[in-house]
């Protein structure tokens, strides 16, 4: 009898023991490298879907700046309690003309560049736009031109409210490059 009570409480110290060092482990990897996000809304149709569970890396934008053409998952500037998914269209410094469907950035240094997007999918062609950027802002764009609320209609998204890029499609399961761009 005694020494069921042994292996017993031998077997509760081990999983205190396990639960702890998840707990160490998972808590700060979640917290500060990577957290789950579940698109919701058609503004990223086809690249990513309704339902689909992503995996968001949290620190390659502190060590470099996001590329045009990558996907971001962001604080909506209106309501920061709220996740958005969206395309960097448009980088701190330049401007972003928008004509019957057609980007056109100016940069910096003044050169002009249309953009290909073959990822697009419904460009909405009614709508013009131009929005000078600031040193911090970012314009982004839904895949789903039609069907998106972005920076068209609510402005540039602050460099301070980017949470990150997602690394992983859970459901379903695919590694993503790390420039959705690259895919396409």
Do not use: C
């Amino acid at each position: 009898m005694e020494n069921s009570s042994k292996t017993s409480t031998s077997f509760w110290k081990e999983l205190l023991k396990l639960v702890a060092i998840a707990a160490i482990v998972v808590i700060p990897f979640r917290l500060y490298i990577a957290q789950p996000f579940i698109v919701d809304g058609a503004s990223m149709d086809p690249t990513f879907e309704t339902g689909q569970y992503l995996i968001v890396d949290e620190v390659t934008y502190r060590f470099h700046p996001p590329v045009r053409g990558s996907v971001l998952i962001f604080k909506y500037p209106k309501d920061p309690s709220k996740y958005f998914i969206k395309r960097l269209i448009g980088l701190p410094g330049e401007t972003v003309t928008i004509e019957n469907g057609v980007v056109t950035i100016v940069e910096p240094n003044k050169e002009t560049l249309t953009l290909d997007e073959p990822y697009v999918k419904l460009a909405k062609s009614e709508t013009s736009t131009y929005r000078e950027l600031g040193p911090d802002e970012y314009f982004v764009m839904g895949d789903n031109r039609a069907g998106s609320a972005d920076s068209r209609f609510w402005g540039p998204v602050p460099k301070k409210n980017i949470i990150g890029r997602p690394i992983l499609r859970v459901w379903p399961f695919s590694l993503l490059p790390g420039n959705i761009n690259e895919s396409h």
